[in-house]
């Protein structure tokens, strides 16, 4: 059974500070993974999506890493803002076509 | 397309009663996906369908629970008899088709249940 892990839980850092997400899967038989933002009370929007081919995808200041084999990813937040503040989660789609979502880590970036 | 489409956007009812809720996935998309989230659990997956037949309901709670998907463009969750420990939010999401790997998820903006 696929099961997904986010660390940290949560994360508290300063404005401009580049800093790392993680995310774990336990089979490595995915077809892609996707990391998504969520805000407060509202839906999920999606941030990169990384095929199971791909060992990296860029959105802006975002960078997502995939290492299939050993069953990571990272989220790599550049020169972090106020704006950011959000839960981060992420997700893989296993063999099965399930989407799959980690627990998420909290972000909040202070002024 | 506006999107992924769920309604209601909040639902309080009373314990014990029938409660439905709904989502009208992206035209075109094959795959609608049933989620609940609270802090306790986080994201949970109850069901996903693939071209409106059910594949995968092993995620359902309890037989309280059912869902179905009468066409393509439509999705009821249906929870009776409703129990306070429902209380969530309910997400609905939508994909093209997985097979192609570049395929994202798409998820309405949710609906909040609480059942007192």
């Known amino acids: 059974k696929q099961e997904v892990t986010q660390i940290p839980a949560a994360l508290s850092v300063p404005e401009g500070e580049n800093l790392v997400l993680n995310c774990s899967f336990t089979?490595?038989?995915?077809?892609?993974l996707q990391w998504f933002r969520q805000d407060p009370g509202k839906g999920l929007t999606s941030l990169l999506l990384?095929?199971?081919?791909?060992r990296e995808q860029t959105s802006g200041r975002l960078n997502a890493s995939l290492d299939k084999s050993s069953g990571r990813s990272t989220l790599y937040i550049a020169a972090s803002q106020p704006g950011d503040s959000a839960t981060y989660l992420c997700?893989?789609?296993?063999?099965?076509?399930?989407?799959?979502f980690g627990s998420g880590t909290r972000l909040l970036v202070r002024p | 397309d506006a999107g992924v489409i769920q309604s209601p956007r909040h639902e309080v009812t009373e314990m014990g009663q029938e409660v439905t809720l709904r989502c009208k996935p992206i035209?075109?998309?094959?795959?609608l996906f049933w989620y609940r989230q609270t802090m306790m659990r986080g994201l949970e997956l109850l069901i996903y369908?693939?071209?409106?037949?059910?594949?995968?309901d092993s995620g359902m709670p309890e037989d309280r629970f059912s869902a179905k998907m009468p066409n393509a463009s439509f999705s009821t969750l249906k929870i009776q008899p409703s129990e306070p420990r429902d209380s969530a939010v309910y997400f609905c999401?939508?994909?093209?088709?997985?097979?192609?790997?570049?395929?994202?998820?798409?998820f309405g903006q949710g609906t909040r249940l609480t059942v007192v």
């Open positions: 997700a893989v789609v296993d063999s099965s076509y399930k989407l799959i």
């Open positions: 089979d490595s038989a995915i077809y892609n």
């Open positions: 990384i095929q199971s081919s791909q």
């Open positions: 035209s075109g998309h094959d795959y």
């Open positions: 369908f693939n071209n409106n037949v059910p594949i995968d």
């Open positions: 999401a939508s994909v093209r088709r997985w097979d192609r790997a570049d395929t994202e998820a798409f």
